[in-house]
């Protein structure tokens, strides 16, 4: 079956724009994840939902950014008055349950996002 | 907090050579441990884990074993492929939170 898409695959844009990541995880999947992979890094961990609720938002960086879920399964990660530092891998990843203890996680093949 | 210190690469083996690459964590409570294989122009792929101490995850030819007293969860594989070429990260989880290592980025040559 099809895996974890995200869209775009390759985002250019500058120095104080708005940006939206999309994410489309494995059909059935409840649990979602949202991660930045800078360069020579593993992933850092940003938002987790169950469902369409935020679960855990702590490791997002700031209030710039933010995310959504509205359906439970299509999210949306958005990016205000974007910055250099900004630049980065984002990962998405979405499991059955997100019950932890082990389960799994998907991963897309992220969108390599540039702030110029 | 919780995190994880896997070994620096980037390593580069000859085909047929044994492979270790050390990963420790320290976590509260009792995580779950992965590692994750990433190919060159692919995604993040799960390749084992362990959700208890003493288990042993393994895949592919690659095993790691969960080990509480050293909190330690070392890659090994007894003889690599050119195929095996790969950025390999360490992972913990506890409870809704994953911790990823750095990477280590191994090239293996015929």
């Known amino acids: 079956g099809a895996g974890v898409s995200q869209t775009p695959s390759n985002k250019v844009t500058e120095k104080g724009k708005y940006v939206e990541l999309r994410c489309d995880p494995i059909?059935?999947?409840?649990?979602l994840y949202w991660y930045r992979q800078s360069l020579g890094q593993g992933p850092e961990f940003l938002i987790y939902f169950q469902g369409t609720g935020a679960a855990d938002d702590s490791g997002l960086p700031n209030d710039r950014f933010f995310a959504v879920r509205p359906e439970g399964s299509v999210s949306t990660l958005k990016i205000q008055r974007t910055e250099r530092g900004d630049s980065a891998v984002y990962l998405c990843?979405?499991?059955?349950?997100?019950?932890?203890?082990?389960?799994?996680?998907?991963f897309g093949p992220g969108t390599r996002l540039l702030v110029l | 907090g919780d995190s994880v210190t896997q070994m620096e690469g980037p390593v580069t083996l000859s085909e047929e050579a044994f492979l270790t690459i050390n990963c420790t964590y320290t976590?509260?409570?009792?995580?779950?441990l992965f590692w994750y294989v990433q190919y060159p122009g692919e995604g993040l792929q799960l390749l084992l884990k362990a959700t208890k101490a003493d288990d042993k995850g393994s895949n592919k030819g690659f095993e790691a074993t969960y080990r509480k007293e050293t909190t330690s969860f070392h890659l090994e594989k007894g003889s690599v492929q050119v195929s095996d070429s790969a950025v390999y990260f360490c992972a913990l989880n506890t409870g809704n939170q994953f911790y990823f290592g750095t990477g280590t980025s191994l090239t293996v040559i015929p």
């Open positions: 990843a979405s499991s059955l349950s997100g019950t932890g203890g082990g389960e799994t996680q998907y």
């Open positions: 976590a509260t409570g009792y995580p779950s």
């Open positions: 059909s059935g999947h409840t649990a």
